[in-house]
């Protein structure tokens, strides 16, 4: 996993990190800023986060079998996590889901898209980015809200700005692939 995470951290710093005057979604403004889709939307990138990630639930001896988040920040990664985890190594067949964040209104008119899971289903959510837990929070929500079990939160980048914190506050467990600082101390080196 530590080449994996070497390789993560290069691409992301190479392809989605700006050091710039940017204004984010939940209205603050920031001197940088990261866009995991240009990382998420290759072949190399959404690869290597993939199998990150199902190293990840294999080490850490996850229950979950169903992975996903909001739209857009979980679904590739979600997409390539499910493809790959029916193959060796894993042999852990995982299906996807997303949050639309608002109902259709049509057809089923549901919130949560993907197989339905059973009551008291574990899960992982995922999302790329973690600033104010916002996305994040409405996503668990709406699994709670279906009867599934939040097993872990996981992010690609948590930019250090309080949404962890939000988000354990309200009992998840919350990692990150990288970190703010993690990009910062590359920054540095590089």
Do not use: W
């Amino acid at each position: 996993m530590e080449e994996l995470y070497k390789d993560i951290l290069r691409l992301v710093y190479e392809k989605a990190f700006q050091r710039r005057r940017v204004k984010l979604a939940s209205g603050r403004e920031s001197d940088f800023y990261v866009d995991c889709k240009e990382v998420l939307l290759t072949s190399e990138g959404l690869f290597k986060l993939a199998l990150y990630v199902l190293h990840f639930i294999k080490r850490e001896e996850m229950e979950a079998r169903a992975v996903g988040g909001p739209v857009m920040g979980a679904v590739p990664l979600a997409a390539a996590i499910s493809v790959l985890s029916s193959a060796p190594p894993f042999y852990m067949p995982m299906d996807i889901f997303y949050d639309r964040l608002k109902a259709k209104k049509h057809g089923s008119s549901r919130k949560i898209e993907g197989p339905t899971l059973k009551k008291g289903a574990p899960v992982l959510l995922l999302d790329d980015v973690l600033t104010s837990g916002k996305s994040i929070s409405k996503t668990a929500k709406n699994m709670q809200d279906e009867g599934c079990r939040i097993e872990k939160v996981l992010v690609i980048v948590d930019r250090q700005e309080g949404g962890r914190e939000k988000l354990e506050k309200k009992g998840y467990e919350v990692r990150s692939i990288l970190t703010r600082e993690d990009l910062e101390r590359y920054e540095k080196e590089h």
